[in-house]
Each structure stands twice: as structure tokens, then as C-alpha cells.
């Protein structure tokens, strides 16, 4: 007959550890990142942040415990301990179905509003198959506009999609934006971004991960911004050149 409490407190048990691994990592990293502010870049921290979210989802303290614990257990060295535990397990487990929920409800808002967006005009279309023809992307992204979008933004893992607000922009800055996100699609940031949010709601209860977050969302961003300028520099050099 299946434990239900003992699976329970076994998976906790491996988040728990996890939980340690990642976070010692990160608070490590935060601390010499202080010391190496400008002479890294940017692309060096987004890697040593995908590293630590590794750390996170690869429960290798669980497995080194297991090694010296044979009936698979960490923290049964007493009934009241198991039963305490127990109890943690289940309210963290309350937490992460929240905040997947929360998640969800999120994923379900965008979705929504794409329903209330139209497609763009004509001369915004043709920037946007420029950007992907410059980009190399030959997967087909809607480009869509609507009142409620403030700022662009992509969304959609399956089906991407690159949301532009229907303020009118000059042609450059419209190139940029559109360059920008889809910039994103191309380094996978989408999928990158999923995996912090699971993450994140496996470890609702962790502050180092919501920090690290914060940090990745940064990282996302600066890298996307130092792309485009890239490839601003080069146009212009190549234009000089002729």
C-alpha cells in the first residue's frame, strides 16, 4: 500500500536539501559578483544563474544523504520529528499549488488578451519580417497590438506571439523594440523564464530565490539591450564602410 505521508516528506525532503545547495551557491555568487562588477560579462552571469537553477531542480543532496540513509529518509529520527515534518511537508505543499495557481491565472490573463488585440498595420508587419529575416528566425510569431498592452512584450512557449501597444513610434524605435523582443525568442528566454517560474513555485518559500529572480530577469534583459545595440554598431559600421 502506497505512504502517502512517506512520499510526502521524501519529496520535501529532497526540496529541502536542494533548497540548501541552490541557495548557498547563490548567496556565494552575490557576494563575489560584488568584487567582480564590471570585469564579468554579462553573458558569464546569466550562465553561473542558470548553473545555481540547475542546482535547484537536481536534488544531489538528497542523493548523497541517501547514501548513508538506507530507507530513504532525511529527517525520521524520531516519530515526532517525521510527524513535524510531515505537517511542513504539507503546508509547503499548499503554497506551491498557490503559486502555481497564481502563475496559471497569469498565463490565463495574457491569453485572454490576446483575444482583445488586432493585427498590426501593414508597414509594422513588414518591420517585424524584417527583424525575424535579420534574425534568422524562420518560425512564423504573431505580431499583434492592443489598447490594454502598455510596454512590448512575448509571450506564448507553443504558439510565441510579440505584443506591441498601439502608441505610434518612429520607425527606429519600433525597429528596436520589435528587435529587442524578438531577441528574447531567439535566446530561449521564454523557456528560461518557465523554468524560474516553476522554480519559483517549488520554493515559494525561499527569499535567496525570489532575489535570484530579480537578478535572472536582469541578466534577461541586459543581454537582450546589449544584442540590439550590437547590432545597431554593426549596421552603422557596415553603412560607414560603403
Known amino acids: 500500500m502506497i505512504d502517502i ?16 545547495t541552490g541557495s548557498c551557491m547563490f548567496v556565494f555568487w552575490m557576494a563575489l559578483r560584488k568584487f567582480f562588477a564590471d570585469k564579468i560579462r554579462p553573458k558569464v552571469y546569466d550562465l553561473i544563474l542558470k548553473i545555481i537553477l540547475i542546482a535547484y531542480y537536481v536534488p544531489a543532496g538528497y542523493l ?19 510527524k513535524a ?21 497569469r498565463t490565463f490573463r495574457i491569453r485572454r488578451e490576446k483575444e482583445r488585440c488586432f493585427p498590426c498595420k501593414m508597414y509594422v508587419q513588414k518591420i517585424f519580417e524584417d527583424c ?16 490594454r498592452i502598455q510596454i512590448p512584450m512575448t509571450a506564448g512557449i507553443l504558439k510565441p506571439c510579440v505584443f506591441l501597444p498601439v502608441e505610434d513610434m518612429e520607425e527606429e524605435q519600433l525597429k528596436t523594440c520589435i528587435y529587442h523582443e524578438l531577441t528574447h525568442y531567439c535566446h530561449r528566454d521564454l523557456w528560461y523564464k518557465m523554468l524560474l517560474r516553476i522554480c519559483a513555485s517549488i520554493y515559494w518559500f525561499n527569499p535567496f530565490l525570489l532575489i535570484m529572480l530579480k ?12 544584442a540590439v545595440i550590437n547590432s545597431v554598431n554593426r549596421k552603422e559600421c557596415s553603412m560607414y564602410r560603403q
Open 5 to 20: 505521508r512517506e512520499i510526502l516528506v521524501r519529496i520535501f525532503s529532497a526540496i529541502f536539501l536542494s533548497m540548501c
Open 215 to 226: 537578478e535572472a530577469d536582469k541578466d534577461i534583459e541586459n543581454l537582450c539591450d546589449t
Open 85 to 105: 515534518f510531515y505537517a511542513i511537508s504539507l503546508f509547503w505543499l499548499a503554497g506551491a499549488i498557490a503559486t502555481v495557481l497564481k502563475f496559471g491565472e
Open 64 to 82: 548523497l544523504v541517501n547514501i548513508f540513509f538506507d530507507n530513504g529518509y532525511v529527517f525520521d529520527f524520531t516519530g515526532t520529528i517525521i
Open 132 to 147: 525575424k529575416r535579420e534574425l534568422g528566425i524562420r518560425r512564423s510569431i504573431e505580431v499583434l497590438q492592443g489598447y
